[in-house]
């Protein structure tokens, strides 16, 4: 399995508060990714990352926000969590270079609950 | 990003093969089309991409038509444990700088006794 973790693994917050959730990975892989997962939605992307520093929009990146310092960090805020943003959260890297290769590998998730 | 569409549910017994088919109408080009499955409580796990005609690898089979609108994964003698939720993607993550592919909701198989 790829090196990729996820912390904290499960967390309950409450509404308003800051929240922060960390992909680390130890493959040295160029992208990264993050997505939550709702029924009757699959998988739905946030945010990703590109390189170091470098961070674009997914398709539900209202309220949250990312940060990529180091290759093998990339950090998931929701700056006032709101009940909505209750999920099931994935990070996943992927390698540049592979021909043609889309192969992503994903993280254990992180179970978020805002109450 | 091509748009996916694929069934929301199948069902199959242990022992027969499965087809799901996925129709992507506006590939591009450039784009592959990769599916993944995922069990419950897991990320989803990469199966098998190919560009056209046929791939195959230990786990399933792909087949692609020659207008590639649409593409066929193909599941040889099921069983209980391949219950799970199968997404077909279309795109190329060294597109440009974007990188992302658009997960659908998927096609959840049902394997019984």
């Known amino acids: 399995d790829a090196g990729i973790t996820q912390s904290p693994r499960h967390k309950v917050t409450e509404t308003g508060t800051p929240v922060t959730l960390r992909c680390h990975q130890t493959e040295n892989h160029r992208y990264m990714y993050w997505y939550r997962q709702d029924p009757g939605h699959g998988l739905r992307l946030i945010h990703y990352s590109y390189g170091v520093k470098d961070t674009d929009k997914g398709e539900v990146s209202d309220g949250y926000s990312v940060s990529r310092s180091k290759t093998e960090d990339f950090l998931l805020t929701l700056e006032s969590a709101t009940s909505s943003q209750t999920s099931v959260y994935f990070c996943?890297?992927?390698?540049?270079?592979?021909?043609?290769?889309?192969?992503?590998?994903f993280g254990p998730g992180t179970r978020l609950t805002v109450l | 990003l091509a748009k996916t569409t694929q069934p929301i549910s199948m069902d199959s017994y242990e022992g027969q093969e499965v087809n799901i088919t996925c129709s992507h109408n506006n590939i591009a080009t450039n784009d592959y089309i990769t599916w993944y499955q995922q069990f419950p409580s897991q990320g989803p796990r990469f199966i098998i991409q190919g560009y056209k005609t046929k791939v195959t690898n230990e786990v399933a089979s792909l087949f692609i038509p020659a207008d590639r609108k649409s593409s066929t994964l193909s599941l040889p003698r099921v069983s209980l444990s391949d219950t799970a939720v199968y997404y077909c993607?279309?795109?190329?993550?060294?597109?440009?700088?974007?990188?992302?592919?658009?997960f659908g909701q998927g096609t959840t198989l049902q394997v019984k006794p």
């Open positions: 993607l279309v795109g190329d993550i060294r597109s440009g700088n974007t990188g992302k592919l658009i």
């Open positions: 996943a890297i992927s390698e540049s270079g592979r021909g043609g290769s889309n192969e992503q590998f």
